[in-house]
T-cell receptor
Framework: EAGVTQFPSHSVIEKGQTVTLRCDPI?????LYWYRRVMGKEIKFLLH????????ESGMPNNRFLAERTGGTYSTLKVQPAELEDSGVYFC?????????????FGEGSRLTVL | GENVEQHPSTLSVQEGDSAVIKCTYS??????FPWYKQELGKRPQLIID?????GEKKDQRIAVTLNKTAKHFSLHITETQPEDSAVYFC???????????FGTGTRLQVFP
């Protein structure tokens, strides 16, 4: 079974540019999460999709971040325009079931460097 | 909302020694506490978890303990090996919304 895949693995852009990160969850997983880790800090929650609906987007930093999950399959996270503080590793995770039994399966992350 | 604190941030041990990582959480309604291991350049992976109706769980060389009254939980690794070297994250599932809140991570180095 294929795991959670993320693309690109690393992106280097200049401040003000746009970047789009993509996540393909494990097939059949309705729950999809985006997290971000800034160097040395926690893996911080950004948002949660259930199928194509945003269940919780309370962790999105500001309106420069836009996440979509059209058709309830893959998801994209767009940062426009990027700022220096957006640098970090963006993780996507998926799970089959919500609640205590829903183990999160992570992707390998997309490292974003904003210069 | 839930807040998770994790200590220490770095931990160095000699091979064969034990390692303990501690976490505290703030939301008494949280009911699920997983631990993830992230090796260098790889994805975080679940290594052990504990639910709030259990005080301790063990899987070979790793164990997790939970004290609901004090709102803290710990990861114990015995007989450490060099391949245990990684960053370990604790997490708590926020009861109100279905999401994991993570700690800041502990970088464990096991020296041969």
């Amino acid at each position: 079974e294929a795991g959670v895949t993320q693309f690109p693995s690393h992106s280097v852009i200049e401040k003000g540019q746009t970047v789009t990160l993509r996540c393909d969850p494990i097939s059949g997983h309705d729950n999809l999460y985006w997290y971000r880790r800034v160097m040395g800090k926690e893996i911080k929650f950004l948002l949660h999709f259930v199928k194509e609906s945003k269940q919780d987007e309370s962790g999105m930093p500001n309106n420069r971040f836009l996440a979509e999950r059209t058709g309830g399959t893959y998801s994209t996270l767009k940062v426009q325009p990027a700022e220096l503080e957006d640098s970090g590793v963006y993780f996507c995770a998926s799970s089959h079931a919500p609640g205590p039994t829903g183990e999160l399966f992570f992707g390998e992350g997309s490292r974003l460097t904003v210069l | 909302g839930e807040n998770v604190e994790q200590h220490p941030s770095t931990l160095s041990v000699q091979e064969g020694d034990s390692a303990v990582i501690k976490c505290t959480y703030s939301d008494s309604a949280s009911n699920y506490f997983p631990w993830y291991k992230q090796e260098l350049g790889k994805r975080p992976q679940l290594i052990i978890d504990i639910r709030s109706n259990v005080g301790e769980k063990k899987d070979q060389r790793i164990a997790v303990t939970l004290n609901k009254t004090a709102k803290h939980f710990s990861l114990h690794i015995t007989e450490t090996q060099p391949e245990d070297s990684a960053v370990y994250f604790c997490a708590a599932r926020e009861a109100l919304y279905d999401k994991l809140i993570f700690g800041t991570g502990t970088r464990l180095q096991v020296f041969p």
